[in-house]
């Protein structure tokens, strides 16, 4: 299990952004964070076009699928969607791992339980407006 923002572990940050002008405003090669919506189909089909890395925040299993199909390197989500994600992650072989976010260390242990690739704590993510 991967773990992002953990406060005993270095880890890789993401950058959260809500356009592509933000894009310049992050280090090189950085990992880019980003919501899934209609309104953001640009900057999504940016982030694939140029072959960055990127996370995609989602918020059902219909997005996850949309999610794998962009090609992001990450799908994050809640808690809730976290068991059935996973599954459907494994299922059909994505590439992209499953980042369940959390706010509690002890939350770790039900998330391995249930085979997730990773959890992501809000300190891994860094919030870059343009």
């Known amino acids: 299990m991967l773990l992002f923002g953990h406060r005993f572990i270095e880890s890789e ?8 002008d933000a894009i310049t405003k992050t280090p090189p090669s950085a990992t880019l964070y980003l919501e899934f919506s209609e309104e953001n189909l640009d900057i999504i089909n940016y982030l694939k076009e140029n ?8 918020k059902s299993i219909e997005e996850l699928i949309y999610a794998q199909a962009f ?3 990450y799908i994050s989500l809640s808690k809730e969607l976290a068991k059935s994600a996973q599954s459907i992650a494994e299922n059909y072989l994505f590439d992209a791992k499953i980042l369940v976010h959390i706010t509690k260390e002890d939350e770790i242990e039900e998330m391995a339980i249930l085979g997730i690739d990773a959890v992501l704590f ?4 860094v919030k870059i407006s343009s």
């Open 13 to 20: 940050k993401f950058y959260h952004i809500s356009d592509i």
């Open 51 to 58: 072959g960055l890395n990127f996370v995609l925040n989602i």
């Open 71 to 73: 090609e992001a390197k």
């Open 122 to 125: 809000p300190e891994a993510v």
